[in-house]
């Protein structure tokens, strides 16, 4: 039987304690509750939705959370996060799961500065949480008791259906997904010949890695591809899926590593894949065309060169930092930022239309590697080597590319060319990864 003094202590405990983890953590804190009517707040439901927010959250500050309180009381299972972040930016995030997740209305998400300050909604423009069945503010409601206790619940019950349906679909995107960017790694790195990259007849220019360091690299990171769908498949903004995605990734970098003995085969290809599955994800679950991927990505990565500010004033420069700073090449952050625009307006087309003339895919791909390498400011190529050496292996792409467009390639060239590449170490990777991602879209096409 529902006790209101015991309800009422345990509210006046949770607020010490979260008091306590303020005054300890030194950092704001988030707390989640359930928002879930009358005495049943351990019920089934309260506690299952709850605990699907608390995964969101996680996902979304990973790293930044320093402390993680667990309270299971009368008034439901509470979760306290003291979260090393601006109080600003995590209420907004909040106020974004609370307004946009499928079940963020059935949950309470409050937030508390490093000095206590409780935000409110209207702190940043936000209107009182509206009723579950009207258009009714919320305490007008309960003040009038307008709907049964009955009512509400079946109305969170069926909500919960809901999700349970859009999760399931969401497990089916992602499957098709990370095995479509699987396939697409494969595939890569399965073209020959290969102009000085790894291939199964070849190492190429390299010397650390093959064809098999290239398959247990893509067999340990598919794993991140499906996750990465998942975070995607979602009513949240683009900005909290980059969010998602980008720890993500660096979870997977580390399992790459381990798997390659400390071979860096697919950096780059996490970021690029990542964004890719991300985006396509998202526009499969707003129900819009194939061509919307472009504008999410280009909205996804609007502010990713701001990486690239101020970088006279830093003392140690990555190599990717150095070719801005010394010849404006901005490399795969450009590329994003364009919206992957050298595929979709480019890449897509001539591997289409290579397999129509060629009616053999490792023809079309070598096809459209070509095309890349004639195109792309390849920064793998400038990492071991210099502007003329790129300019050079461009050119030569372009004749290839100009004789080769309307007929079947002559592999005997090209294999002279591979020849020299590889001998003379050069390596477009990053042509490479792109010619990765064009299969990945050309092949997650069919679900649109």
């Given at each position: 039987?529902?006790?209101?003094?015991?309800?009422?202590?345990?509210?006046?405990?949770?607020?010490?304690?979260?008091?306590?983890?303020?005054?300890?953590?030194?950092?704001?804190?988030?707390?989640?509750?359930?928002?879930?009517?009358?005495?049943?707040?351990?019920?089934?439901?309260?506690?299952?939705?709850?605990?699907?927010?608390?995964?969101?959250?996680?996902?979304?500050?990973?790293?930044?959370?320093?402390?993680?309180?667990?309270?299971?009381?009368?008034?439901?299972?509470?979760?306290?996060?003291?979260?090393?972040?601006?109080?600003?930016?995590?209420?907004?995030?909040?106020?974004?799961?609370?307004?946009?997740?499928?079940?963020?209305?059935?949950?309470?998400?409050?937030?508390?500065?490093?000095?206590?300050?409780?935000?409110?909604?209207?702190?940043?423009?936000?209107?009182?949480?509206?009723?579950?069945?009207?258009?009714?503010?919320?305490?007008?409601?309960?003040?009038?008791?307008?709907?049964?206790?009955?009512?509400?619940?079946?109305?969170?019950?069926?909500?919960?259906?809901?999700?349970?349906?859009?999760?399931?679909?969401?497990?089916?995107?992602?499957?098709?997904?990370?095995?479509?960017?699987?396939?697409?790694?494969?595939?890569?790195?399965?073209?020959?010949?290969?102009?000085?990259?790894?291939?199964?007849?070849?190492?190429?220019?390299?010397?650390?890695?093959?064809?098999?360091?290239?398959?247990?690299?893509?067999?340990?990171?598919?794993?991140?591809?499906?996750?990465v769908a998942k975070a995607g498949f979602s009513s949240l903004s683009l900005d909290l899926i980059f969010k998602k995605i980008r720890f993500l990734g660096k979870l997977a970098e580390k399992e790459m590593f381990l798997a390659t003995n400390n071979i860096n085969t697919h950096k780059g290809m996490i970021f690029l894949m990542g964004i890719s599955i991300a985006t396509t994800a998202k526009v499969k679950f707003e129900n819009k065309s194939f061509s919307e991927i472009k504008n999410n990505i280009k909205f996804m990565c609007r502010d990713i060169l701001k990486d690239f500010v101020n970088l006279e004033t830093k003392s140690n420069l990555t190599h990717g930092e150095k070719l801005f700073l010394n010849h404006g090449i901005s490399g795969v952050r450009g590329i994003v930022k364009d919206g992957l625009d050298i595929i979709f307006n480019g890449s897509l087309d001539v591997f289409s239309n290579a397999l129509i003339i060629e009616k053999d895919i490792n023809c079309a791909m070598i096809k459209t590697l070509i095309f890349l390498m004639s195109s792309l400011e390849d920064t793998t190529i400038l990492h071991r080597h210099n502007i003329s050496i790129l300019n050079e292996v461009k050119k030569k792409a372009q004749d290839l590319h100009c004789i080769f467009s309307n007929c079947c390639i002559d592999k005997n060239i090209l294999k002279d060319l591979e020849n020299e590449y590889t001998n003379n170490k050069i390596s477009p990777g990053g042509s490479a990864d792109l010619l990765a991602i064009t299969l990945f879209f050309n092949y997650s096409k069919k679900i649109f």
């Open positions: 039987m529902f006790n209101l003094e015991e309800f009422l202590l345990m509210r006046e405990k949770r607020v010490e304690i979260q008091n306590s983890i303020i005054e300890k953590e030194k950092k704001p804190i988030l707390v989640l509750r359930g928002n879930y009517p009358g005495e049943n707040k351990n019920d089934f439901i309260p506690t299952n939705i709850v605990k699907v927010i608390y995964k969101e959250i996680l996902d979304i500050f990973n790293d930044s959370i320093v402390h993680t309180k667990i309270i299971n009381s009368i008034e439901g299972i509470t979760y306290i996060f003291s979260i090393n972040d601006n109080g600003t930016n995590i209420k907004k995030i909040a106020m974004e799961i609370e307004e946009n997740h499928i079940l963020g209305r059935y949950v309470d998400i409050d937030v508390f500065s490093e000095t206590g300050y409780a935000f409110s909604r209207s702190d940043f423009g936000g209107n009182k949480r509206k009723c579950f069945l009207c258009d009714e503010m919320a305490f007008v409601c309960g003040r009038k008791q307008s709907h049964s206790i009955l009512e509400i619940t079946n109305h969170i019950q069926k909500k919960y259906e809901n999700y349970l349906i859009e999760n399931e679909e969401r497990f089916k995107i992602s499957d098709f997904l990370s095995d479509v960017a699987l396939k697409s790694l494969i595939l890569e790195v399965s073209a020959s010949p290969s102009f000085g990259l790894v291939s199964p007849f070849t190492k190429g220019a390299h010397t650390d890695m093959d064809f098999f360091t290239f398959i247990d690299s893509s067999f340990s990171i598919n794993h991140y591809f499906k996750e």
